[in-house]
């Protein structure tokens, strides 16, 4: 497999888990987001990704969350599911339920908190590469993992059989730039900005996509893709606008939270607009009223609300 083997690019949005207010998967809500990201034009969908809150989710309640998914979109468009797991055989379980509901792909970053050294990221990779049934996209995830893999550690694992894409969520645009420029004739690349500058890295490089910030701006997300692959420069940068000042005012360079956590963030932001966002689950906490206000704030201001 290579970056050929796969049609994944553009906007494919790592979207939030809808909870209710007991902390249970709200599958209800999950149906109505589901559909109303598709009708907004989505390239693409992430799903139990770090914005889905992987992590608090059981194996049977991932399967639960992937077979919704699948019965909703399998066919339709994209699917990829995040099967991060301390261990190479949970990552595997993880794909082969993620293969049976329909999804096209998986989203694996190294072990988080174990702080693995490079030839155990390798042996990791090596392991999932060989008995999963999907193709794969690293994930470089330095807040999660804290472990920001190097251009060398990814080019040796580009090479892996059922490699085709990295999402490179680095918080340094210049090791992303190198990444890509090294690795983007083998495997997909993820994680341009929707910026002036993101938006030359599309033109020039034909830069492949962006996953993340859970579609919260719904068809303008993409737009900012619709746009410059029709040629349409200005209509790119309005939507790159948008994009970029729910980035700078929400979250660090490093795209952490600014306040609260980037799930509740999300939550409050699709919920404020009458979208089924839903509640964050425990160790995630809701935001306090001045967080959401800041959230309103900018809504407000992008005439969202």
């Not at 049977?60 to 019965?71: I, M, Q, R, S």
Request: glycine share 10%; charged share 25%.
């Amino acid at each position: 497999m290579n970056r050929d083997s796969v049609d994944w690019r553009g906007y494919m949005p790592a979207i939030t888990t809808p909870f209710d207010e007991h902390g249970e998967l709200d599958l209800g809500a999950l149906r109505s987001l589901l559909e109303w990201l598709a009708g907004e034009g989505m390239h693409g969908l992430v799903v139990a990704g770090t914005t889905g809150e992987w992590f608090s989710m059981t194996a049977d309640e991932k399967a639960t969350l992937f077979g919704a998914v699948g019965e909703v979109l399998r066919g339709d468009l994209p699917l990829i599911a995040g099967c991060n797991a301390f261990t190479a055989q949970e990552v595997v379980r993880n794909a082969m339920t993620a293969e049976r509901s329909g999804f096209d792909g998986i989203l694996v970053t190294p072990p988080p908190y174990v702080r693995p050294c490079e030839r155990e990221v390798i042996a990791f990779y090596e392991d999932v590469d060989r008995e999963t049934p999907l193709p794969i996209c690293i994930y470089n995830w330095p807040p999660g993992t804290n472990i920001d893999l190097s251009r060398e550690t990814l080019e040796h694992l580009s090479d892996l059989e059922h490699v085709v894409a990295i999402k490179n969520s680095t918080g340094s645009p210049a090791h992303f730039i190198d990444v890509m420029r090294a690795l983007r004739d083998k495997v997909r690349i993820f994680g341009i900005p929707m910026t002036e500058e993101g938006m030359q890295l599309v033109l020039q490089d034909a830069a492949d996509g962006t996953m993340g910030a859970g579609a919260v701006l719904g068809r303008t997300q993409p737009e900012f893709y619709n746009a410059l692959w029709a040629g349409d420069t200005e209509r790119g940068l309005a939507a790159a606008r948008q994009d970029t000042r729910i980035m700078r005012e929400w979250f660090r360079p490093d795209y952490t939270a600014r306040y609260g956590s980037a799930q509740a963030i999300f939550k409050t932001a699709l919920n404020l607009q009458g979208l089924p966002g839903g509640y964050p689950r425990r160790p995630i906490l809701p935001l306090q009223e001045s967080e959401v206000a800041m959230v309103r704030t900018t809504l407000e201001e992008l005439g969202r609300l």
